[in-house]
């Protein structure tokens, strides 16, 4: 098993960050390594924890998901067993696509997605409406500068 990263496993991270559809015949062709070799590595990144996920990285302006926001919460009750009720009430709501504990006044960060200022409004009384809430801050986005890709190497 793979304790720590090499030359190869680092290149097949970053390719796949770039472009998860690439598949292992051209990673190999990049690499001048195997096919089998290949897939035998991103198999064990995925077993190690390495890869967590392939996912596709849509464009929410084009399905009509205008709407980029955070919300900044303060719990009444910070402790393991209020903040678990919080989350399983929280993540149930449409819309709210992270969910961050955060160390300030302000506990939780809640990073929203949706259609439009109405559908955000809405969010926002249904978040105040749940138990344990104390104090929310909301911030629309106006204009994304530098999206999150993924990690540096």
Not at 57 to 65: A, C
Not at 73 to 94: H, N, P, S, Y
Not at 100 to 128: C, H
């Amino acid at each position: 098993m793979i304790d720590t990263l090499n030359k190869t496993d680092i290149i097949i991270l970053k390719l796949l960050q770039d472009d998860s559809s690439l598949s292992n015949k051209q990673i190999a062709g990049i690499l001048n390594k195997s096919s089998t070799t290949v897939s035998n590595r991103i198999k064990l990144l995925k077993a190690k924890g390495f890869i967590v996920k392939t996912i596709a990285i849509l464009d929410p302006f084009k399905l009509n998901q205008k709407i980029h926001g955070y919300l900044y919460l303060a719990l009444k009750d910070a402790t393991e067993k209020a903040a678990g009720r919080f989350k399983e009430e929280v993540t149930q709501i449409k819309g709210i696509r992270e969910y961050t504990k955060i160390g300030s006044r302000l506990n939780v960060k809640l990073k929203v997605i949706t259609q439009d200022m109405s559908s955000f409004a809405s969010i926002i009384q249904k978040i105040t409406n749940l138990e344990g809430v104390k104090d929310l801050e909301s911030y629309v986005v106006y204009e994304t500068i530098i999206m999150d890709s993924g990690i540096s190497f």
